[in-house]
């Protein structure tokens, strides 16, 4: 680190006249070792002078990526470190899962689209996997990252069609399309519709053929609709709990099967369970 003297000249006007002076003010700058301020670093090994990005620069980087993600506060502290998998009464799929999330960001390939959808009942984690993801993608990478609730993002949506709201449809839908990873938090959550579906559907399709990935999780299990499965009695039908194929309709099921690798997370609500209990 080094200390930088600037001048200033301030220049104060007074009737006619001008009266200038000069203010002296030290300001204390950090100096990277690596890249000496350049932001580029020399690379090992390599001829003629082959240069990177220096960490500084993605560490700098790094915090304005998480800023713009838009990481609600209840998941900030949510790493794939602090993932709990060694709770009383783990499912073991909870340890498989914490596996599969670090082995996508080690394999992750922006040009690939490949995406993940976390599957699970209510507390099993899948949100703390998920923006654990977003953190490892944008440390490792630089790669640009965007946290959407589904319902919030229905909910915008909707809004951007009442006239005295200035945003837009296509504005509230561009960050959507453009971001480099999109983690899509309760995919079904909201009661399905044929706006719903229609949604959805642009959605999803617009980032597969942008070749995006997507980063989904769900409470809904990945079964097919009640519409299509034909073993199914109208009685028992009507009986079963609602699947994703029921919630986003079986199409967008179907492409959720050609972008994402399933990981299932099984077992009882972490925070009903145990965070509940710290309060007894």
């Known amino acids: 680190m080094y200390t930088e ?15 200038s002076s000069y203010i002296i003010m030290k300001t204390a700058t950090e100096v990277c070792p690596q ?12 001829p003629d002078g082959g240069v990177t990005r220096c960490d500084c620069q993605l560490q700098a980087r790094g915090g304005a990526l998480i800023a713009a993600a838009r990481i609600p506060k209840r998941y900030e502290h949510c790493e794939l470190s602090n993932f709990t ?12 899962a914490q596996i599969s999330a670090s082995r996508f960001v080690q394999e992750f390939n922006p040009r690939d689209g490949a995406g993940l959808l976390l599957v699970g009942g209510i507390g099993t984690g899948k949100t703390h996997l998920a923006v654990g993801i977003l953190k490892e993608l944008i440390a490792a990478t630089g790669s640009s990252c965007l946290f959407c609730d589904y319902r919030e993002l229905l909910k915008q949506i909707q809004n951007s069609y009442n006239d005295s709201v200035q945003a837009t449809e296509l504005q509230v839908l561009r960050p959507v399309f453009e971001a480099e990873v999109l983690l899509l938090d309760e995919l079904g959550a909201v009661k399905p519709s044929e706006w719903v579906w229609d949604t959805v559907s642009l959605i999803l399709n617009t980032r597969y053929n942008d070749n995006r990935t997507t980063i989904i999780t769900t409470n809904f299990a990945d079964e097919p609709a009640a519409s299509v499965s034909r073993s ?8 079963r709990e609602e699947t994703l194929g ?3 309709g079986e199409r967008m099921r179907s492409r959720l099967q050609e972008m ?5 997370m099984d077992g009882p609500d972490f925070r009903q369970k145990f965070k509940s209990a710290s309060f007894g």
């Open 246 to 248: 029921d919630r986003i």
């Open 260 to 264: 994402c690798r399933i990981v299932k």
């Open 232 to 239: 199914l009695s109208p009685a028992r039908a009507a009986a």
């Open 85 to 96: 998998t060694d709770f009383p009464g783990a499912d073991r799929s909870i340890a498989l």
């Open 35 to 46: 890249c000496a301020g350049s932001g580029w670093k020399p690379v090992p090994g390599v």
């Open 5 to 19: 003297r600037k001048r200033f000249r301030v220049a104060a006007q007074a009737g006619s006249g001008a009266e």
